[in-house]
């Protein structure tokens, strides 16, 4: 092995370890030049300032890989899995479909175990106008937590892994960074299931890619997840709070419910992934088999 060879593959192009960290310093620096701004302006409404936040955690994101993809890659960005097509509407939509019902039957689950109590709903004491602005900048800062997210994990981690690796290994590792980059959330109690309940999300949404090599499935599948957990069942997402549209009380034991980090770290989520890998194994049947074709 020549020194070179630490370096360059036999493209010759910078390894993935190499490639991976550089982007990971890029990150950080671009994300924390985007922050800046926040620091000169009032405080504001915390859902706004959640959608500020996630505005700037996506220019860095983005920026970051699309500087590395082009530069270290040799790579286009489209190849990450961006590429706009015939799929990429319904890919979104399916995937939001998918976690609607992965989450109906979680809260059903939860409910029929009399682990919820219903109170009232959002517009029975706030504004119709209030809501649905608040409803609004929730499903906005989530599209951009789903974008910024599955770019990133599933996008630039998973296939820059994958490149070096293989599959299994890229899938497991890239899931085991998604649930690490999640575990300074709020409300992390138990640290092996918040982390082994991230890391089969993190799979769950890789699966999602690899059945269609595109991302818009996997950020369909995070945005929806999102969105119906939090703003419409009530859920904390992982550990954060964010608005509801209705008020409600969980109990429940806490290696079932998860408590306050959300399903992701209780025993509630497994009935939930095994329907949600049967449903994306079901919607993609056809996709994976014209692409093997072509």
């Not at 019902?101 to 939860?110: H, N, R, S, T």
């Not at 890239?174 to 309940?197: Q, T």
């Not at 799979?203 to 969105?227: C, M």
């Not at 095994?274 to 692409?291: C, D, K, P, Q, S």
């Amino acid at each position: 092995m020549t020194f070179r060879s630490i370096f360059y593959n036999e493209e010759p192009r910078l390894r993935a370890g190499w490639r991976l960290l550089v982007q990971s310093v890029l990150l950080l620096i671009l994300t924390l030049c985007a922050f800046i701004p926040l620091a000169f302006v009032p405080r504001f409404a915390s859902s706004a300032e959640l959608l500020y936040l996630q505005v700037a955690s996506v220019i860095g994101t983005t920026l970051s890989i699309l500087v590395v993809r082009r530069l270290l890659d040799k790579r286009s960005f489209a190849s990450l899995g961006t590429r706009i097509d015939r799929w990429t509407l319904l890919d979104l939509l399916a995937g939001m479909g998918i976690t609607f019902l992965v989450m109906a039957l979680i809260f059903g689950i939860q409910w029929a175990a009399g682990w919820v109590r219903f109170d009232s709903f959002a517009w029975q004491d706030t504004p119709l106008a209030g809501v649905i602005i608040e409803t609004l900048v929730s499903f906005l800062t989530l599209i951009l937590v789903g974008w910024g997210e599955e770019l990133l994990s599933r996008g630039y981690h998973l296939q820059t892994l994958e490149s070096g690796l293989n599959t299994v290994w890229a899938v497991l590792i890239s899931s085991a960074v998604f649930s690490f980059m999640h575990l300074s959330n709020p409300n992390v109690e138990s640290i092996p299931f918040v982390a082994s309940g991230l890391l089969l999300a993190g799979v769950f949404l890789a699966f999602g890619y690899l059945r269609t090599r595109q991302l818009w499935l996997p950020i369909g599948l995070h945005i929806g997840w999102n969105f119906f957990e939090g703003v419409v069942f009530g859920f904390p997402i992982s550990g954060l709070d964010y608005y509801h549209l209705a008020h409600l009380q969980f109990s429940g034991p806490q290696i079932w419910t998860g408590g306050l980090f959300g399903p992701e770290a209780g025993l509630i989520l497994i009935p939930g992934m095994i329907l949600g890998f049967i449903l994306v194994a079901l919607y993609t049947r056809n996709r994976l088999v014209n692409r093997d074709r072509a």
